[in-house]
């Protein structure tokens, strides 16, 4: 098919293909080396071509698939996504100003290689973007994370905010360029001082909430997103005053 259909994570293409800003944000950071579980952006191109097909219909209650298993081998067969090997999150990310707390997932832990588990889940979030200009969905692997949380990392600080599942939150320092991670810290915190450290580095200042889970091995990346900041306030103009 000479329309591409699919972006895999880390292929550096999900801007030029207008994808919304929480996949791009994620193929930015696999293609800039950070860890990133495997994952593909099936792109509106994806459900256009589904709908004149016949592999999707969308009515006004919604997207339905009505042969899961036709569908599910034209993706993998015809279309050719790679095979995932762990269970997925599946993520609509066509709204360009989704905010950070309200980017969920459509399912958790789905087994992508059953056809219906799969074409459910695109169902659920092709009805859910209905009346967007693109209908993006994110297809990534989940972690068998044994730690996980959310930071809050700035260029403008010197430590980010860790909330990690179970822990109090706490100040975890920057990591320096070339210095090594601070051996006081557990395990997964040196790990994550690391990835911190690319995701300054990858989109420079500003405020970003990361998500980030460690399986004891790797401290990966799940979702970042740009944190609005409030519009600096202009000092009024005091007639009278001098310059």
Known sequence: M??????WLGSG????????????????????????????????????????????????????????????N?????????????????YGVADETVAADTLAAAGRDIDFANPSAAARALEAVWSTEAGLARRDVLVIETVAASTAGVATTSSATDADWLA???????????LRHRLTPDATQPPFARRLQQLLRGVRRTFGPGVWRVEWADDGRICWLVQVIAVPQPAAQSVPDVPGAKA
């Not at 990690?164 to 706490?170: C, K, R, T």
Request: aromatic letters at 8%; glycine letters at 8%.
């Open 74 to 90: 034209t993706l993998f067969h015809s279309v050719r996504l790679p095979r995932f090997r762990r269970p997925v999150a599946v």
């Open 164 to 174: 990690p599942a179970g822990v109090s939150p706490f100040a975890l320092p920057h």
């Open 2 to 7: 000479s329309t591409p259909l699919f972006i």
């Open 13 to 72: 293409r999900a801007r030029r293909r207008g994808v919304g800003s929480p996949a791009r944000q994620l193929d930015q950071a696999a293609h800039a080396g950070l860890p990133v579980p495997p994952g593909a952006v099936l792109l509106d191109e994806f459900f256009l071509f589904a709908l004149d097909s016949g592999l999707a219909r969308a009515d006004g209650q919604g997207v339905v698939i009505p042969d899961p298993e036709l569908w599910h």
